[in-house]
Each structure stands twice: as C-alpha cells, then as structure tokens.
Nanobody, 118 residues
C-alpha cells in the first residue's frame, strides 16, 4: 500500500523544538518535491515549507522563516522538518505531501499533531 507517514509530533513548551519526519511507504520520496502543511483548529490548511526533489531548494512561509528548517536524506528516503523556537500559534496537525502545491499532491500523510503549550 502506498502512503506517506509522518511522525514526531507531540506536546512541547513555547520556545521548545520538535523534529517531524516524513517517510514513504511503498514508494520513495526521493523523486518528489515534498511539502509540509499544517491545519490549526478552526483554520484552513496552510503551506509551511517545501523542499524540491532536484536541487534541494527550499521555501518557507513567513510565519516560520528563521525557525523551521526542512531537509531531506535521500539515502534514508526521508524528509524532515526541524521546528525551533515553537510558539503557541504553531499548534496544528502537520502533514507532509508529495508536492509543494496542495492542488497537485498525489499522496498526503495522515498528519501528526503538534501542540505548543505551557
């Protein structure tokens, strides 16, 4: 079965860090640009970050720029989202997906919940 699987979410205090991981099951992420998205309670899903498949170029939403870092390890077929200096407004379910544009995503993960609270 082909699917995308996220992991690494949890509860963290403001100012803390988490690293989210994204893996492909039944296929390799290496050939895809990978987007990270999030959806907070009562809000629409928004794009957070993206990494290309060709030259590892990256993009970040202004709200996370300087705090989040996306990377990929092609040897392990993994993509990561390192989240530092977390804020309560980062609380959301985070999804990785096989495109940077949600209109063109082939595979979505099931999401991993991140809660930033004291």
């Amino acid at each position: 079965q082909v699917q995308v699987v996220e992991s690494g979410g949890g509860l963290v205090q403001p100012g803390g860090s988490l690293r989210l991981s994204c893996a492909g099951s039944g296929f390799s992420l290496n050939n895809y640009a990978i987007g990270w998205f999030r959806q907070a309670p009562g809000k629409e899903r928004e794009a957070v970050s993206c990494i290309s498949s060709s030259d590892d170029s990256t993009w970040y939403a202004d709200s996370v720029k300087g705090r989040f870092t996306v990377s990929r390890d092609n040897a392990k077929h993994m993509v990561y989202l390192q989240m530092n200096i977390l804020k309560p407004e980062d609380t959301a379910v985070y999804y990785c997906a096989t495109d940077c544009d949600s209109d063109f995503v082939t595979y979505w993960g099931q999401g991993t919940r991140v809660t930033v609270s004291s």
